[in-house]
């Protein structure tokens, strides 16, 4: 199978840049005049991915959201990822795994193994027991051709606590060496177009590359990057931030889209217009 990055990089061209977020907060179920159940979330999933799935290059269900049910709400993910295995359809499981090394091996081998029902394309993971700590879940993804998105600047303004740490130093700050090191993972791998270890890095993050002196044109694999729409940034200002490396750029939207639902109809409207508006401002 072709590595994660080159699968992700030809979705992108062929559906755009736009990743719908399935996120079913318990006040949009009530949005959509759904009770908060398991069966609610099979309902909002299936909406999701029917109306939106033609549209975006990737779906990024967000695991807290189902876990909130248990058991029967992991049994909707795993739906989810079977169907859209048979369908081509790129996931990123945002579960934002992170642990020491020996528990991160279950994690690798629950989201990103051939033989969990949880395993899928991709998941988000959190690097800060140390980037090093991710190597079972980075291994894994490569015998598997799967992917990666390791948390570097989060969208959330408490992120800064700890990724701007060590700015002054000549390690340079905490996002700068985790995007580094995700630099030197994609270069030990094989692939054509980007790498399959990818980023997170927010929309909203505004100055902070500049003020942490992160050049991102060296960076070799996909930026999974949240912050559009229901959190204020706009096409404009994400492509400002990522000047240079806009073709990388998977942009999120969760609530901004899913706040169209529960029609599937208004959902592929909402998704088109989110991918309209995103590609009018890359260029
Ligand atoms: O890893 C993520 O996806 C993530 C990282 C981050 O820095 N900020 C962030 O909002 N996210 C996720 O992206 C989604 C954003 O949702 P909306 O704000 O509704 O578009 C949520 O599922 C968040 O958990």
Aim: with cysteine.
């Amino acid at each position: 199978m072709i590595p994660f990055g080159d699968r992700l990089a030809a979705a992108m061209d062929e559906r755009g840049p736009l990743c719908v977020g399935i996120d079913p907060h318990p006040k949009l179920l009530q949005a959509w005049g759904l009770e908060d159940s398991a069966e609610s979330l099979r309902t909002f999933t299936t909406a999701v991915y029917e109306g939106c799935a033609p549209y975006a290059a990737a779906l990024k269900p967000q695991v807290a959201l189902f876990e909130r049910h248990g058991s029967a709400g992991l049994a909707v993910l795993e739906e989810l990822f079977a169907r859209a295995a048979e369908d081509r359809v790129l996931i990123v499981a945002d579960a934002k795994r992170g642990d020491i090394g020996s528990t991160m091996k279950a994690y690798a081998d629950a989201w990103l193994s051939t033989c969990s029902p949880l395993g899928t394309d991709s998941v988000t993971l959190s690097p800060y027991l140390g980037f090093e700590s991710l190597r079972p879940a980075l291994d894994a993804a490569a015998a598997n051709q799967r992917g990666t998105f390791v948390l570097a600047l989060t969208s959330n303004p408490e992120g800064k606590s700890v990724q701007h740490v060590g700015k002054t130093e000549d390690t340079g700050a905490v996002a700068k060496q985790i995007i580094a090191a995700a630099t030197a993972e994609n270069t030990a791998q094989t692939w054509e177009r980007m790498g399959s270890c990818g980023l997170v890095v927010g929309a909203t993050v505004g100055e902070a590359l500049h003020d942490l002196a992160i050049d991102l044109s060296a960076f070799n694999g996909p930026i999974l990057s949240p912050g559009y729409g229901a959190q204020g940034a706009n096409a404009k200002d994400l492509y400002r931030v990522f000047a240079g490396v806009e073709s990388q750029v998977l942009v999120n939207s969760s609530r901004g889209v899913l706040s169209a639902g529960p029609q599937v109809a208004d959902l592929a409207q909402a998704a088109q217009m989110a991918r309209a508006d995103l590609v009018a401002a890359r260029g």
